[in-house]
């Protein structure tokens, strides 16, 4: 009764982007921050200045993806509870 509590699922289709982006995120931000460190460094602002927007668009395409996964799990915010299932199961120990 007071074990793991599990969340209800996302679809399959979710969960492998979610892994694809998560992967591919870290290969090509780590590519672009080093790519952006070498053109710092030649002097090269332009290609400084779209890398660093590159890192801005992977960012912002986790944090989309983050946001959907949790709506996709907890519902919209208008519809979420204030306590949890288990908390509303439980007595109150005040």
């Known amino acids: ?3 793991y509590y599990e969340r209800a699922s996302t679809t ?9 982006l998560g ?5 090509t931000g780590g590519y ?5 460190a070498i053109a710092i460094r030649d002097g090269n602002g332009h290609l400084a200045f779209k890398n660093s ?8 395409a986790n944090g989309a993806l983050s946001v959907a996964r949790r709506w996709r ?3 919209p915010p208008w519809r979420r509870s204030s306590r ?7 007595p109150s120990r005040g």
């Open 53 to 60: 927007l590159f890192l801005i668009v992977i960012a912002v």
């Open 23 to 27: 992967v591919a995120s870290v290969v």
């Open 73 to 75: 799990r907890r519902g």
């Open 12 to 20: 399959p289709l979710l969960d492998a982007v979610g892994t694809i």
């Open 1 to 3: 009764m007071y074990g």
């Open 84 to 90: 949890t299932p288990r908390a509303a199961r439980s």
């Open 32 to 36: 672009a921050a080093l790519f952006m």
